[in-house]
């Protein structure tokens, strides 16, 4: 079994949310059946608790800041080891299992390299093995709390046998020396460490992705598997992998190619569909990691047909980025007859739009979903509204509001609001 350990220090920065975070973070995204076992060292623990998910262990020692880490190096923790320590201040990204995947050797004490001091260690990640000389030494050395971290006092103990980033390049820094702040997630991300302020929960209110981080929610396999991601195209624009990456595990996923435009690469594999709900993806955007989850719940729970929701827009080679929220969440026709109010990259249905009203119209080629929602409405299906954000939209040069005019879209739209006005 695989054994993660996090630590939370009362009085500071963290607080228990933090923990259930991480760890909705972790468990939502962890692949294997055999999940890992998580331990929190706390210092508000007086026994151990098992909460079925966390086992909550006493941290023992009254030291500030990081120092109270110190107990990870300590003899009582070696009945755990090997296990993998990672910052509260950490953004699990993908499944922690390609992190495991990374310790070839298990007798290896492996750290982070700072982001900011090359060929220096730090300690948000830490490989602790078992029977450990070096992880001995740094507990025997150990005199009591000097300076503000215990990083510092583990350089002159000891260096690591490697660091993360000898092994891998998808751990990433949140906040650069230039003290920009990272505003979108990279394609091949496992980790983002924050590594200090702002933390998440504060970097939620102004960045979008963290936001969505936050809000996550993760349900069990039998949810996934009511839903199927359709992602048509006819050239990869460089982005294909990107957006195949983001459709989570254990849902359907039906990669379409071909000469035609993306309604005839959607309709020619919608045959092939299973889930309960379906919802198509452009090959140059991404899902959230909460997409699937929240998609389904607020259809389920409103008891709509389809609904809508919020985007995060990312400018290709830029750190810009928007989060689009609809002015008008819940439309009905003739509002939408008005105004295109629902963002093309977060639509869900179900299943039995599609078997009612077949699928998009191949004659089209700059209006086709927004004629397929006209349609839904038309027909009597109910639209909802889910407040969460449900995909990345890239804006590039070669995207097709870009390469056809801006003519011709308005002519075409306009086309399309003759038939349902």
């Given amino acids: 079994m695989k054994t993660i350990v996090?630590?939370?220090?009362s009085g500071g920065d963290f607080q228990f949310r933090d923990v259930e975070l991480i760890v909705r973070h972790i468990t939502g995204k962890w692949k294997s059946e055999e999940k890992p076992r998580i331990i929190c060292l706390w210092d508000k623990a007086s026994t151990a608790y098992d909460l079925g998910n966390i086992l909550l262990?006493?941290?023992?020692?009254?030291?500030?800041?990081?120092?109270?880490?110190i107990q990870l190096y300590s003899p009582e923790m070696e009945q755990y080891r090997p296990f993998l320590y990672v910052d509260l201040d950490t953004?699990?990204?993908s499944s922690l299992e390609n992190i495991f995947d990374l310790v070839k050797d298990e007798t290896k004490f492996i750290t982070l390299e700072d982001f900011w001091q090359q060929?220096?260690?730090?300690?948000?990640?830490?490989?602790?093995?078992?029977?450990?000389?070096?992880?001995?030494?740094?507990w025997d050395s150990f005199k009591g709390a000097e300076g503000r971290r215990m990083d510092v006092y583990i350089r002159k103990v000891t260096p690591p046998d490697l660091f993360w980033q000898d092994l891998t390049s998808t751990i990433y820094d949140f906040k650069s020396r230039k003290r920009e702040l990272l505003n979108h997630i990279p394609a091949d991300a496992n980790l983002i460490c924050f590594h200090g302020k702002p933390r998440i929960y504060e970097a939620a209110t102004t960045i979008g992705w963290v936001r969505a981080y936050v809000e996550?929610?993760?349900?069990?396999?039998?949810?996934?598997?009511?839903?199927?991601?359709?992602?048509?195209?006819?050239?990869d624009r460089g982005w294909l992998q990107q957006a195949v990456n983001s459709v989570p595990e254990g849902v359907q996923l039906l990669v379409s190619q071909g000469e035609g435009n993306w309604p005839a690469n959607f309709n020619k594999v919608l045959d092939q569909a299973e889930g309960d709900y379906i919802r198509y993806l452009h090959e140059d955007d991404m899902l959230t990691p909460n997409c699937i989850d929240d998609s389904i719940l607020a259809i389920e729970q409103q008891k709509v047909d389809f609904i809508h929701g919020n985007a995060i827009e990312i400018w290709e080679g830029s750190s810009k980025t928007r989060t689009y929220i609809p002015p008008v969440t819940h439309p009905k026709l003739k509002d939408m007859l008005q105004k295109n109010y629902i963002h093309s990259a977060t639509l869900m249905y179900r299943r039995e739009i599609f078997e009612k009203l077949g699928g998009f119209n191949e004659k089209l080629n700059t209006a086709e979903e927004y004629e397929f929602n006209l349609r839904c409405l038309k027909a009597g299906f109910k639209i909802g509204y889910c407040n969460t954000n449900l995909a990345y939209y890239r804006r590039h040069s070669l995207q097709k509001v870009r390469v056809v005019s801006a003519r011709d879209r308005m002519i075409e739209r306009?086309?399309?609001r003759q038939l349902y006005l």
């Avoid at 262990?57 to 880490?69: A, C, E, F, I």
């Avoid at 060929?119 to 740094?138: D, N, Y």
């Avoid at 996550?216 to 199927?228: E, L």
């Fill in 119 to 138: 060929g220096q260690l730090a300690t948000g990640l830490v490989w602790f093995p078992k029977s450990s000389s070096k992880v001995f030494q740094i």
């Fill in 57 to 69: 262990l006493p941290l023992t020692n009254n030291l500030p800041g990081t120092w109270s880490r």
């Fill in 91 to 93: 953004a699990i990204i």
């Fill in 414 to 416: 306009e086309q399309v």
């Fill in 6 to 9: 996090l630590v939370l220090k």
């Fill in 216 to 235: 996550a929610i993760y349900n069990n396999v039998a949810n996934k598997k009511k839903a199927t991601v359709i992602i048509p195209y006819k050239t």
